[in-house]
């Protein structure tokens, strides 16, 4: 049974940083999803653990870095420049199959149980 340990959610201030953790074993490609309160969940982030290639949302791109450390079987997501709007539950997602998509919730097998991001203004 796969399983994804998210860990490192919390509260933080507007402008300030949160280093997300995802630890998982055997899994070639990784993201990062959200969900906001009332929101549909949206893509954030994802990274092939063998190319190391990484995608980006448009919403994030410039504040938030995907990276992985394979001998931990660890994929981070370092987000810096957090506002408000950034508050969400973020997923750990993973796939062991090959797919050509990289954002949609339908291109991941596996998800994590989720951690809580709160960015105070």
């Known amino acids: 049974q796969v399983q994804l340990v998210e860990s490192g959610g919390g509260l933080v201030q507007a402008g300030g940083s949160l280093r997300l953790s995802c630890a998982a074993s055997?899994?070639?490609?990784m993201g990062w999803f959200r969900q906001a309160p009332g929101k549909e969940r949206e893509f954030v982030a994802a990274?092939?653990?063998?190319?190391?290639?990484?995608y980006y949302a448009d919403s994030v791109k410039g504040r938030v870095t995907i990276s992985r450390d394979n001998g931990k079987n660890t994929v981070y997501l370092q987000m810096n420049s957090l506002k408000p709007e950034d508050t969400a539950v973020y997923y750990c997602?993973?796939?062991?199959?090959?797919?050509?998509?990289?954002?949609?919730?339908?291109?991941?097998?596996?998800w994590g149980q989720g951690t809580q991001v709160t960015v105070s203004s």
């Open positions: 997602a993973a796939r062991s199959r090959v797919r050509l998509g990289v954002s949609g919730q339908d291109d991941y097998d596996y």
């Open positions: 055997e899994l070639t490609f």
């Open positions: 990274i092939s653990r063998i190319s190391g290639r990484t």
